[in-house]
């Protein structure tokens, strides 16, 4: 009966319980996104145009949009999104990429991504610019010209659970270097913000074995939950701490 209660904590402030390539992890979007709902068929469409871009790279597993413009859009107060986000595990061969070595990843893919700082990236680099980086994490970023004008797009990587996962943010740029510069510093910030939390939520079920990828409620093994010396109930109790501690600046 112990694991119907696990199922029962996370639905405060906005988090999710999700199985990613069979390891449950709890994601929510970052400070001052708001998850866009499937169960509603223009967001559901939303999600799915979103989902799209990255398609062969990315699997995502939570879509998000700007809180603000989110309930002004909802209200057709507004016609369309422009900052929006999502959290997904990255891809190799077509499937989700296991990391068994966090450290090392990280570090190869930081090679891949000559530093720049934001104003230096709005000027309008032709390459992807690694922003920040922190404890097992990296931040890069791009302003980058098209179809429907100029895009900023920030995103980070970080390793939970052997699974390589990426939390970006997407929004139109302003065409001016210094309010672009801004953007990107801002939204480099917000990422970097929310893979710490993604670090410290689920760093105590690191132990939790994969589970059947079928269901995103699967039964889960919580025998292998103890860890730190914590029982059942003191994991339990922390996890339910950690969310409503952040409940008040969450949005559903």
Known sequence: MAWLFVVAIPGVAGAETLVVAGRPLELAPPFGYCRLSPELPAEAALIERLSARDEARLQVVLSFADCAELDQWRRGLRPGLDRTGRIGALL???????????APFIEDMKKGYPPHVA???AAGLEYEALLAEGSGYLVHARAEHGGAGLHLGVAGVTVIGSIALE???SQPGAGDVAEDGRRIAESGAIVAASIDEIQVVNDIFDEVEPVSTGTQSGNLNLMTAVAGGLG????LAIRSLWLLLRAPRRQV
């Open 119 to 121: 104003a230096e990236i």
């Open 232 to 235: 059942l109930f003191g994991i």
């Open 92 to 102: 190799a061969g077509g499937e989700a990429m296991v990391v068994n070595a966090p």
């Open 167 to 169: 939390v970006g943010l």
